[in-house]
């Protein structure tokens, strides 16, 4: 992964459980991606579902915080279409960008891929939230 310009994103919180994710900038386009483990079959032996959108989510987010330079931002909406099954072993990777940003939302898509498969559409809006006080 590194060789490919990959880079491990250090985040000690839900995305620790189901990652290491990855992230990459080719030619100004980011990319995130997972490598699909044992610990990410559902009961059919394929990558779950949630799995899936946990990326979508958080690549989508990552594409609106960096359009709006917002660290605060919420999910307050993400579609998603099951095109296709991952199977452990795949990288899945997701290309998102943003379609639209204003003061107080930004909308964004997503497909997430493996060999240039699609596996899932996704569309999220973000809200852009205020820090909260740490008092």
């Not at 900038?25 to 779950?48: F, P, T």
């Not at 594409?63 to 709006?68: F, G, I, N, P, Q």
């Amino acid at each position: 992964m590194r060789a490919a310009g990959w880079e491990v994103m250090q985040d000690d919180g839900f995305i620790d459980l189901v990652g290491p994710m990855w992230h990459r900038q080719i030619e100004g386009v980011h990319e995130y991606a997972i490598i699909a483990e044992g610990k990410h079959r559902n009961r059919r032996g394929l990558v779950q579902g949630g799995l899936l959108m946990t990326l979508a989510d958080r690549s989508s987010g990552m594409a609106a915080r960096l359009a709006s330079g917002s660290d605060n931002l919420a999910t307050v909406q993400m579609d998603t279409h099951f095109i296709d099954a991952g199977r452990i072993g795949d990288l899945l990777v997701s290309r998102p960008r943003v379609v639209r940003s204003t003061k107080s939302l930004v909308f964004t898509s997503t497909e997430l891929s493996v060999d240039g498969r699609c596996i899932i559409l996704a569309h999220g809006v973000f809200k852009i939230v205020a820090p909260r006080s740490r008092h």
